[in-house]
């Protein structure tokens, strides 16, 4: 803009001075015409010399007012530019800060805490934000910030393999993610058949039809509830703590046996505050993330038996104290249940 405003300037000095030096050769000419047509001689060509003079000195003074206007116009319109472009930095930065716009320490932060497919996502949507306010990075930046957020193993297990694409790197980690899983898995099984797991056990002995099962919710959506005293951590099923939405981490290796059942799970995940909903009272409790093959989705174990101490559990069925009132979860003693 100021580029086109100095040039709109100097054409305008530009074509005063043509106009002016146009004039004067206009009016002498006619002065030298009207000489020769009349033969005048004397001082008659000093007389219009000088009035020729003072015309070009009225214009020149004229030519002058316009110039210093000019200067005084580029001078408003330059300030009026240099403040406009300050309100919209200012506006820029107040605009990216209020859309949560990441900045360079958050966005090489991002860390990967469950799999390559989550992190993936995460890293596209701040990528994203970043790049808006952030144009021109390149694609080398992108792919050794992804890498870096990788977890230490997954990181090592790529080593000195260079992506060339962001793109690439997805499915480089993606690739290398499942065959360190299967590798784990082989070692799991392994020891599992030698009897060297090296980590914690616990059993679940009952069955399907074990009496102490009761229903319970989840937002709207209804499951089954077991307790079992006997299993030192509370379980929960793959497929609902997935869907349920609440955060899950990485947890040491737990192998459960289901006895009646016939199978083993290990579970690797845990949600640390799941909860859930019994007989219109919230409860929460941190659970264990397991395959359970069996018609309910939530084992309740000898860890929250503990936290709720008025629990109590006869033939008649489970009930306990909370806020001062019994809460009846399942009554054994009708002749209809």
């Known amino acids: 803009m100021l580029a086109d405003l100095a040039k709109m300037i100097l054409h ?26 009349h033969g005048t001689t004397g001082a008659k060509p000093c007389q219009d010399a000088e ?40 506006s820029g930065k107040s605009t990216a800060a209020d859309a949560g716009v990441p900045d360079v320490v958050e966005f090489q932060g991002v860390k990967q805490i469950t799999d390559v497919s989550d992190y993936q996502e995460k890293f ?41 694409s962001i793109s690439q790197a997805y499915r480089l980690a ?23 797991l090296g980590c914690e056990q616990v059993t679940v ?6 009496p102490f099962r009761f229903g319970a919710f989840v937002g709207e959506k209804e499951i089954k509830v077991l307790i079992c005293p006997e299993v030192a951590h509370s379980l929960i099923d793959t497929s609902l703590a997935v869907k349920a939405g609440y955060k899950i981490e990485e947890a040491e290796p737990l192998r459960v046996k289901f ?40 084992i309740l174990g000898s860890d929250w038996v503990r936290e709720n101490n008025s629990l109590s559990i006869s033939s008649d069925g489970i009930s306990l104290q909370k806020d001062g009132k019994e809460i009846v979860l399942l009554d054994l003693s009708r002749d209809d249940v």
């Open 12 to 37: 305008q000095r530009c074509l005063l001075l043509v106009l002016l030096i146009t004039y004067y050769h206009c009016v002498m000419g006619r002065k030298r015409n009207k000489n020769k047509n």
């Open 259 to 298: 006895f009646m059942l016939c199978y083993w799970a290990v579970s690797r995940f845990r949600c640390p505050n799941f909860e859930w909903t019994m007989k219109g009272l919230k409860f929460s409790a941190e659970m264990r993330i397991v395959e359970i093959k069996a018609e309910y989705d939530i």
């Open 174 to 196: 993606s690739t290398h993610e499942m065959a360190i899983q299967e590798m784990k898995d082989k070692v799991m099984k392994d020891r599992l058949r030698k009897g060297d």
């Open 124 to 164: 596209e949507g701040l990528k994203d934000l970043f790049m808006r306010q952030n144009r021109g990075l390149s694609e080398d930046y992108l792919i050794s910030s992804f890498l870096n957020g990788l977890k230490p193993e997954l990181r090592d297990s790529i080593g000195d393999v260079k992506p060339e």
């Open 205 to 210: 002995i009952s069955c399907c039809k074990d």
């Open 51 to 90: 009035s020729l003079m003072t015309c070009m000195t009225n214009l020149m003074a004229s030519v002058t007012n316009m110039s210093v206007r000019l200067d005084a116009i580029s001078s408003t319109v330059t300030g009026l530019v240099s403040n406009s472009k300050i309100d919209d930095e200012a």
